[in-house]
């Protein structure tokens, strides 16, 4: 069965940090296209980071930047999401996703092919 799992989320402190997997099950991560997303309640999806298959391009949102850190583990199977420094406006559910095609992060969500099913992240003291 073909899956994408996360894992690593909870409730964290402002300035706190979590890190988080999404690991396949089914097929390899490696030469295909990941992102890592976020939805929040009343919001639409968004795009935090994304990386591609030769791991030669990252992207992060402005609002990550020098904060989320997006870790490709082959060994493992897996994508991981390091995020310090947490902030309240980065509660979100957040969702791990990947492409056989490069896809922009901040594009459109429906092209990308595999989902999981996320993993609550919420910042609050």
């Known amino acids: 069965q073909v899956q994408l799992v996360e894992s690593g989320g909870g409730l964290v402190q402002p300035g706190g940090s979590l890190r988080l997997s999404c690991t396949a099950s089914g097929f390899t991560l490696d030469n295909l296209h990941i992102g890592w997303f976020r939805q929040a309640p009343g919001k639409e999806r968004e795009g935090v980071s994304c990386i591609s298959a030769t791991d030669s391009d990252a992207y992060y949102r402005d609002s990550v930047k020098g904060r989320f850190t997006i870790h490709r583990n082959n060994a493992n199977n897996t994508i991981d999401l390091q995020m310090n420094s947490l902030k309240p406006e980065d509660t979100a559910n957040y969702l791990c996703?990947?492409?056989?095609?490069?896809?922009?992060?901040?594009?459109?969500?429906?092209?990308?092919?595999?989902w999981g099913q996320g993993t609550q992240v919420t910042v609050s003291s």
């Open positions: 996703a990947a492409a056989p095609m490069p896809l922009k992060c901040t594009g459109p969500t429906r092209f990308w092919d595999y």
